[in-house]
């Protein structure tokens, strides 16, 4: 096996153009179990944890470029401002030790239709920035998964950042696990409300061969809300449209039975929990409604 | 290949590494750290916590090549580096998280206690008086079979007073 440690990203770029077949390695949280357990063997690794550039946030009025190997403890800590949905994923993720190495361009790169990040990246619509000698390509999130554990990577690509607009409405997180910390999703949701556009976009995890969007739930809602004139009114929504859309939500999915669970109870967890965070980000676009805190029902925070 | 990196203040170098091998791996077979243990090998049970530049870490997922040049700090280290920490010249005594874990009875096989003994160590440094809410936290990605927590949740509070009164 070669160990490659490139000390900055042009030469990162050179060496994955040079070794297409190297695995890239950052936090280790994925690729270092495998190594463990004798399931992967590379020919090449290549250690990105040396490179700056990739553990640097750049915020503009209009994007926050987030490094790939930014890692979620920082997310959580300084980004709960403008990427709120991400940061309360982020702080879902494994336990201190795992966020402090994990990050989010390991979640894109490993592409488990599992992992934490990627709902919520979906519902603020993110793009990967992903590069190579070639040239830099700005991949929509939702293009970016190919397949169970594949993405839209070309061989000499790496993952340099994703961007993504500072929140402008409320966003909310939901996961489903059997305990608090150190937990795999059995399935995870995510919603954001954007304002300026008059959208409303949704991410779902763990129950589908890749993470996905629920768009003829994201359209009945968006139309719903604009029709109705809530977007300037703020007014309640009736509970029916939060139970439409939480079954549209569920219609999204193809998931399957496994050792976390069934695909029926996967989509029923989806309808719960689209129900639910669309009724904490409404309570959030309302300034001075009344939060709604029943036993089971509280947000993450 | 060679690794060269600093364990408790100690420059090291290890030979014949190989490049899929972890820090732990590293640390316990090679540099004859056995202090931080070796159990789930993912990342799941935080037995082999250390720090990395500061950073509490698993060192079974940290590649040994990727530590090349960088600070660890292991259980063995702890006593030293918080009595640096703390400025107090005595030598051959426990830190404070050490003390606390073995007064409140935290221990018992001890198979864990090495990773939260550094988890703790972190914990208390950055946040000297945590709230009982921010102690589960901060230890949620070590596990112990034995105790129940109640007794290592005893010993982090006792630490932490401990400090307070100092």
Not at chain 1, 55 to 77: D, K
Not at chain 1, 200 to 222: K, M
Not at chain 1, 252 to 265: F, H, K, M, N, T
Not at chain 2, 6 to 15: H, L, M
Request: glycine letters at 10%.
């Amino acid at each position: 096996m070669e160990f490659l440690r490139p000390a900055g990203w042009e030469e990162a770029l050179a060496a994955k153009a040079e070794h297409p077949d190297a695995v890239p390695l950052a936090g280790g949280t994925d690729i270092m179990v495998e190594l463990n357990f004798g399931r992967r063997r590379p020919r090449t690794l290549l250690d990105l944890s040396a490179i700056s550039e990739l553990h640097a946030v750049e915020r503009t009025p209009s994007a926050v470029r987030l490094g790939a190997a930014v890692p979620y403890t920082r997310i959580v800590e300084d980004l709960a401002d403008v990427l709120p949905g991400l940061a309360m994923a982020s702080r879902t993720v494994g336990s201190p030790q795992i966020r402090n190495r994990g990050s989010v361009g390991g979640n894109l790169g490993s592409a488990s239709p599992a992992g934490d990040a990627h709902p919520a990246l979906l519902a603020a619509g993110a793009t990967v920035e992903a590069e190579s000698v070639r040239g830099t390509r700005h991949i929509p999130v939702e293009e970016f998964y190919t397949g169970v554990k594949r993405n839209a990577l070309a061989e000499d690509e790496l993952i340099r950042a994703v961007r993504v607009r500072p929140a402008a409405g409320p966003q909310q997180f939901s996961k489903v696990g059997t305990r608090n910390a150190m937990t795999i999703a059995v399935c995870a949701f995510a919603l954001a409300l954007h304002p300026g556009s008059r959208t409303v976009r949704s991410g779902i995890g763990s129950a589908a061969p890749t993470p996905v969007r629920a768009p003829e739930a994201e359209e009945f809602l968006g139309r719903v809300l604009d029709e109705g004139g809530y977007w300037e009114s703020g007014e309640p929504v009736p509970p029916l449209v939060a139970e439409e859309f939480a079954s549209l939500c569920a219609a999204a999915c193809d998931p399957i039975d496994d050792v976390r669970g069934s695909a029926a109870y996967r989509r029923h967890a989806v309808r719960v929990m689209a129900q639910r965070t669309w009724e904490w980000a409404w309570a959030g676009y309302r300034p001075g409604a009344a939060r709604n805190d029943d036993e089971g029902g509280a947000a993450c925070v | 290949m060679r690794v060269t990196f600093t364990v408790n203040g100690r420059r090291c170098e290890a030979d014949d590494v190989w490049e899929g091998e972890s820090l732990l791996y590293v640390l316990r077979e090679r540099l004859g750290l056995p202090g931080s243990k070796n159990a789930c090998e993912q990342g799941e049970c935080g037995s082999c916590t250390v720090r990395l530049d500061g950073t509490p870490v698993c060192a079974c997922l940290v590649a040994a090549g990727q530590a090349e040049g960088s600070e660890v700090l292991t259980v063995e280290g702890l006593a030293d580096f918080a009595r640096q920490r703390s400025g107090e010249p005595e030598p051959d005594q426990l830190s404070p998280v050490q003390e606390a874990f073995n007064r409140a009875g935290a221990v018992q096989c001890g198979f864990c206690t090495p990773g939260l003994l550094v988890a703790a160590d972190e914990l208390l440094e950055r946040n000297p008086l945590p709230s009982d809410a921010e102690i589960r936290e901060a230890l949620a990605g070590n596990l112990c079979r034995c105790t129940g927590y109640e007794k290592i949740l005893d010993a982090v509070r006792l630490a932490a007073r401990g400090a307070g009164e100092e």
